[in-house]
């Protein structure tokens, strides 16, 4: 059975830095497209960044430069750096996996989800 | 503001059908597959649609999506209270390298 579970979310202060991890289970994460998508508040799903089977990055304007994607073969991990973090950054954040191939990709499973506020 | 556009709420009575516009551009719905995802109060995302119209398993056929251009529609029939929820559409979008979603539209079943 296809698992994510997120991890690592919680208050942090303007400016400060959160590693949120997706550990993965009844499938291999380097063996496929990986994405985090986020939700704020009452707000609709917004598309973070996703990572590519042969390793290829990509990242949202809204966060590219400080959120980094990678992910622990070794762990079937995925994971989100997040780095000068912004009140606007606030939001749950969900690891996915993308299914499909070119000009068919889709999100056939999803995490619970894990909860970042950022706020002084 | 969203890539893709949708009705921010549509409401219809029990046993009816409804159905949910999502309007986008060639970079994304005119020349990539659309998805809609259904997400309950409280819940993560589920896919309910892929593929511009098939159906994953277990999903009701009382669920449908189509495309045209670049628009695409979700339509439900045989409305019930537990189909209330947030659906929102999805496509690759080539100029993103990502994927754009529409803003959401919440259904209430009256």
């Known amino acids: 059975e296809v698992q994510l579970v997120e991890t690592g979310g919680g208050l942090i202060q303007p400016g400060g830095s959160l590693r949120l991890s997706c550990a993965a289970s009844?499938?291999?994460?380097?063996?496929?497209?990986m994405s985090w998508v986020r939700q704020a508040p009452g707000k609709g799903l917004e598309w973070v960044s996703v990572i590519y089977s042969g390793g290829s990055t990509y990242y949202a304007d809204s966060v590219k430069g400080r959120f980094t994607i990678s992910r622990d073969n070794s762990k079937n991990t995925l994971y989100l750096q997040m780095n000068s973090l912004r009140a606007e950054d606030t939001a749950v954040y969900y690891c996915?996996?993308?299914?499909?191939?070119?000009?068919?990709?889709?999100?056939?499973?999803w995490g619970q989800g894990t909860l970042v506020t950022v706020s002084s | 503001q969203s890539v893709l556009t949708q009705p921010p709420s549509v409401s219809e009575a029990p046993r009816q059908r409804v159905t949910i516009s999502c309007s986008g551009s060639s970079s994304n719905i005119g020349n990539n597959a659309v998805n809609w995802y259904q997400q309950l109060p409280g819940k993560a995302p589920k896919l309910l649609i892929y593929y511009d119209d098939l159906l994953p398993s277990g999903v009701s056929d009382r669920f449908s999506g189509s495309k045209s251009g670049t628009s695409a529609s979700l339509a439900i029939s045989g409305l019930q209270s537990e189909d209330e929820a947030d659906y929102y559409c999805?496509?690759?979008?080539?100029?993103?390298?990502?994927?754009?979603f529409g803003g959401g539209t919440k259904l209430t079943v009256l």
């Open positions: 009844g499938f291999t994460v380097s063996s496929n497209y």
């Open positions: 999805a496509a690759w979008d080539d100029r993103l390298n990502g994927v754009v």
């Open positions: 996915a996996r993308l299914e499909g191939f070119i000009r068919y990709y889709y999100f056939d499973y």
